[in-house]
């Protein structure tokens, strides 16, 4: 039985195909739109690599900081309804450091790219 190649394998195979032989032949508005096909094939391909690690991260995160189990949307209204009644705030211990890692989470998937998430990953170590 042969196994089918992965949705991320297929991605790259694409985004490779449309960004070396399809791209360097258009001008104009079919190169722009083809610049947006890619970024969106490239955020398609981002998503599926990086969210299901970056979930579960998040969601024991927040366990650990909330005390209680739940799905990772359950946990985040908690989180801010704690947040809105002035029960948590960026005094509470591992808040902030949740919130910064969340955020660095979301922003690999969204814009690696980005310089301030360029400069908080290499200062990582």
Known sequence: MQDHPSAIAVLDIAI???????????????????????????????????????????????????????????LNRALCARIESGEMDLATPGLAAHLRATALEKLAVDQPTYSAYRRATQNKD
């Open 16 to 74: 490779a195909h449309l960004r070396d032989i399809t791209l360097p032949d258009l001008k104009g508005r079919a190169a722009f739109d083809m610049r947006v096909t890619l970024n969106a094939l490239q955020l398609v391909r981002r998503t599926l690599a990086l969210t299901p690690e970056s979930d579960a991260a998040e969601r024991a995160r927040l366990e650990a900081l909330l005390g209680e189990a739940g799905d990772l949307y359950g």
